[in-house]
T-cell receptor
Framework: KQEVTQIPAALSVPEGENLVLNCSFTDSAIYNLQWFRQDPGKGLTSLLLIQSSQREQTSGRLNASLDKSSGRSTLYIAASQPGDSATYLCAVRPAGANNLFFGTGTRLTVIP | DTEVTQTPKHLVMGMTNKKSLKCEQHMGHRAMYWYKQKAKKPPELMFVYSYEKLSINESVPSRFSPECPNSSLLNLHLHALQPEDSALYLC?????????????FGSGTRLTVV
C-alpha cells in the first residue's frame, strides 16, 4: 500500500524567506502527484499537479518537482508571505487506482 | 464553473437524527468522492462513485449511506451517528478516465455529532 510522508510536520519562517517542503512516497508507480493547500477548517485548494512523466511544474511563486524513481517531491515557495500560512498536503494517485493517498501535511507559519 | 459546492457548511446533529450532506459540480466530471478528515489528520477516503455507480467503499459503517442521483450530484445520508463521527467531510471530483487530471475539492461540511 502506498505510504506518503511529509517533512517537516511544522515550519515557521520570517516573511520573505524562500522555503522547501518535502514529500516522499513508497511506491513509484504513480499517475501523478498533487500539492494542496488547506486553511484551518477549510477545504483543499489545488496548487500544482505533476504528471509522472514530468519533472516540475511552476505557478507564480510556487515550484514543485518530482523524482519518481526516488519517490520524492518538493514544493518550493519563493519570497514567502504571511498569506502563505496554511497546511500543505501532497497526494499521490497510484497507477491503476482511482484514489489519492495523502501525506500527513506540513503546517507552515510565515511570520510578518 | 470550476468548483465543487458543498452544503451545508456546518451541521450539528444528535445521535438519533437523520441528515444529509450535499455535493454538486458542473464540470462534467464523472468520478466523485467522499473523504473524511479528523483534526490535524490527512483526508481519508470513504466512497468513490464512477459514472454514478459506487465503485469503492472503504469499509465505511452503514450509518453513512452515499447516493449519486446524477452525474453532477453526490449525497451522503447520515443516520444514528456517533460523537466520534464528528469531522470535516470533503467532497471531490475528477474527470473519470482522465488519469492525467487532478482532483477538485469542495470547501467541506463541518459535522458535529452531539
Amino acid at each position: 500500500k502506498q505510504e506518503v510522508t511529509q517533512i517537516p510536520a511544522a515550519l515557521s519562517v520570517p516573511e520573505g524567506e524562500n522555503l522547501v517542503l518535502n514529500c516522499s512516497f513508497t511506491d513509484s508507480a504513480i499517475y501523478n502527484l498533487q500539492w494542496f493547500r488547506q486553511d484551518p477548517g477549510k477545504g483543499l485548494t489545488s496548487l500544482l499537479l505533476i504528471q509522472s512523466s514530468q519533472r516540475e511544474q511552476t505557478s507564480g511563486r510556487l515550484n514543485a518537482s518530482l523524482d519518481k524513481s526516488s519517490g520524492r517531491s518538493t514544493l518550493y515557495i519563493a519570497a514567502s508571505q504571511p498569506g502563505d500560512s496554511a497546511t500543505y498536503l501532497c497526494a499521490v494517485r497510484p497507477a491503476g487506482a482511482n484514489n489519492l493517498f495523502f501525506g500527513t501535511g506540513t503546517r507552515l507559519t510565515v511570520i510578518p | 464553473d470550476t468548483e465543487v459546492t458543498q452544503t451545508p457548511k456546518h451541521l450539528v446533529m444528535g445521535m438519533t437524527n437523520k441528515k444529509s450532506l450535499k455535493c454538486e459540480q458542473h464540470m462534467g466530471h464523472r468520478a466523485m468522492y467522499w473523504y473524511k478528515q479528523k483534526a490535524k489528520k490527512p483526508p481519508e477516503l470513504m466512497f468513490v462513485y464512477s459514472y454514478e455507480k459506487l465503485s469503492i467503499n472503504e469499509s465505511v459503517p452503514s450509518r453513512f449511506s452515499p447516493e449519486c442521483p446524477n452525474s453532477s450530484l453526490l449525497n451522503l445520508h447520515l443516520h444514528a451517528l456517533q460523537p466520534e463521527d464528528s469531522a470535516l467531510y470533503l467532497c471531490a471530483s475528477s474527470p473519470r478516465g482522465g488519469i492525467h487530471y487532478g482532483y477538485t475539492f469542495g470547501s467541506g461540511t463541518r459535522l458535529t455529532v452531539v
